[in-house]
């Protein structure tokens, strides 16, 4: 059996965040919640509101998630609160954070996954299959021929063993010493691209064609009203009925009563007003 992580970082507002994506992973791939652990590293594990929520969870969709501390994480405590490092821990794991695990997904923790009819994580692993490399991304087009080319921060799947063989050495470097990341002067997507062996980059060059790379809906866009358009090609992306397949479970609308988060609620608001004009 294949076993995946899911792993990402919390703090600050985003913490909210984390009952919507650890449950909605599960809600998503029901018939893998044997093979699927998810593990967010959080400045807030003791918030009354989000155990409340994690409880509901685990009494009524799985048990397979852990909440990490930051305190017991080398250098995090720092990181975290330094705006200019905090974004970058999560490329930056120890390998003890997912040892065991065939596949790991880093990702941004703003989204709920929606099913979109294959198993999860399916198009990264063949990609990975296409390339031969230890992870499957994608240079964000607009960054292509530029200067400072970016790899997409939400989509960051690696071949456990075969990553860490490779990058464990850079990842501890930076850990121990996030002065040299601020001389890069880069925002976390340019760092990434940096950071990656030269010649998997190369490679990732010539089959930059990572398909149907969306796992859900980004919430995060819902913050500004602005955003709201985005409703629409939401609905394009995934069937109707795998969006309510999550959100219309009686245990996810139970937590987000207890764990109350903004951009979900206006997600919500719009998509009422989409399917009833």
């Given amino acids: 059996m294949t076993k995946k992580l899911v792993i990402g970082l919390a703090f600050g507002t985003y913490n909210s965040f984390i009952p919507i994506f650890i449950s909605s992973i599960f809600l998503a791939y029901p018939e893998e919640k044997t093979n699927i652990f998810v593990k967010i590293i959080s400045d ?71 099913n979109k009819g294959d198993e999860l994580f399916y198009n990264y692993i063949e990609h990975m299959k296409k390339t031969n490399i230890s992870f499957s991304n994608q240079i964000r087009r607009s960054s292509f021929n530029t200067e400072k080319p970016r790899l997409n921060c939400n989509h960051h799947f690696i071949d456990v063993e075969k990553y860490f063989s490779k990058y464990n050495d850079i990842n501890k470097y930076y850990r121990l010493n996030t002065d040299k990341i601020k001389e890069f002067q880069m925002i976390d997507e340019q760092f ?4 990656m062996d030269k010649e998997e980059i190369s490679i990732l060059r010539k089959n930059n064609d990572l398909s149907s790379k969306e796992i859900g809906i980004h919430l995060g866009i819902y913050r500004r009203k602005r955003d709201f358009n985005f409703i629409e090609s939401d609905i394009k992306k995934f069937t109707l009925n795998k969006i309510k397949q999550v959100i219309n479970n009686k245990s996810f609308i139970k937590i987000n009563k207890i764990n109350y988060n903004r951009p979900y609620s206006l997600f919500i608001k719009e998509l009422n007003k989409f399917l009833h004009p």
């Fill in 44 to 114: 807030n594990i003791h918030n009354k509101k989000l155990n409340k929520a994690l409880d509901v969870i685990r009494n009524n969709i799985t048990s397979n998630f852990e909440l990490i501390d930051y305190n017991e994480e080398t250098n995090l405590k720092e990181m975290m609160y330094v705006v200019e490092y905090g974004r970058y821990y999560r490329y930056l794991l120890d390998y003890e954070n997912v040892k065991g695990y065939d596949y790991a997904f880093i990702t941004d923790i703003d989204s709920i996954f929606i």
């Fill in 192 to 195: 990434l691209y940096y950071i």
